[in-house]
């Protein structure tokens, strides 16, 4: 635990990302939430400016503070969250990190920079080593949290790869509404509807995915050599993205042996017992129409912050296998999965 309270700031802190990010904060033991900027509304009080979509009310403390200006002069803040759209985080974040803040990023801007950390924090900590090529030329550090979808498929398939090695990857994603934001997809091309299209989703999917399996090497990752292919839809749910995944493997698989090794999965976070960390990050269920988006999506320990993985079965041949993942996209997939990564950081002395 560290040794006193570390500030926090959420640039972008209006939109759904933003939102989740002040929701998981709220009483958290560890973080203390200084400052939350928007462009839009700055001078406004949190509660008047947003739209609250996170359920339940605006935590209190954080209604009535006051949107600043994303400026690293006036923000008094350890650790930077960024929910900020693609374009303005790749100035902002840079801004920031060349002021010596550590900025936790959501956003796509960086997480295929070479010297940026793509971290899942179950799956490749040791990918943080980057942190310190960043610091050779400037004072802070961008650190990178990869997209929804990608973590929620990357957990399952780290146990299944280092057990067997991993040659292909096929998968079809089923994904909630609120992955577009708000105001997101119109409802009358949703409704009764999906959208068998994502622009940019599958890119994302194969070329982060192939980053954090990958293996960090003379200060660079070196990407991961295994095949993924991936269809990526939107469909009429509210929250959780459910996935369905084909693998083929270097070894021939016992699908027993593979829902042993998802059940006892652990990574350094829950060695560490960090404050969001779910005591199992993959929980399987044994019932064949498991899992669902509103049965299963704020599944473990830590409400959304797991994912459960179902129907795991023999594929075409003795060398792959089939399963679900779900998960929690603003939760295990955005807020949730980045306050654990600053969380790792923290644990590692890294800020």
Known sequence: MPSRSIRVAVLGARGLVGQWFLKMLHGHPWFKLTAVTSHEAVGLRYRDAVKWLAGGDVPFDFGEMEFIEADPK?????????????????????????????????????????????????????????????????????????????TILALPLKPIHDAYGIR???????????????????????????????????????????????????????????????????????????????????????????????QEFKGKPQTLKLPTAPEKPIIVLSGVDRPQPRLDRLSGSVPGMSVTVGRVRRGVNKRSVMFLALGHNLVRGAAGSAILLAELLAAEKYI
């Not at 002021?99 to 490749?124: C, H, M, Q, W």
């Not at 089923?174 to 997809?185: F, I, K, N, R, T």
């Open 74 to 150: 006036k923000v008094d803040a350890d650790v930077v969250f960024s929910a900020l759209p693609t374009e303005a985080a790749r100035k902002l974040e840079l801004m920031f990190a060349e002021a010596g803040f550590t900025v936790v990023s959501k956003s796509a801007a960086y997480r295929l920079d070479e010297n940026v950390p793509l971290v899942v924090p179950e799956i490749n900590p040791d990918h943080l080593a980057l942190i310190d090529v960043q610091r050779t030329k400037m004072s802070g550090a961008i650190v990178t949290d990869p997209n929804c979808t990608t």
């Open 168 to 262: 292909k990857v096929v998968v079809t994603t089923l994904q909630a509404a609120s992955g577009a934001g708000y105001p997101g997809v119109a409802s009358l091309d949703l409704i009764d509807n999906v959208v068998p299209y994502i622009q940019g989703e599958e890119e994302k999917v194969r070329d982060e995915l192939l980053k954090i399996m990958g293996k960090l090497s003379g200060g660079r990752v070196e990407w991961a050599g295994m095949e993924v292919a991936s269809t990526c839809t939107r469909v009429p749910v509210l929250d959780g993205h459910l996935e369905s995944v084909y693998v083929e493997t270097e070894r021939e698989v016992d699908e027993n042996e593979v829902v042993e090794l998802l």
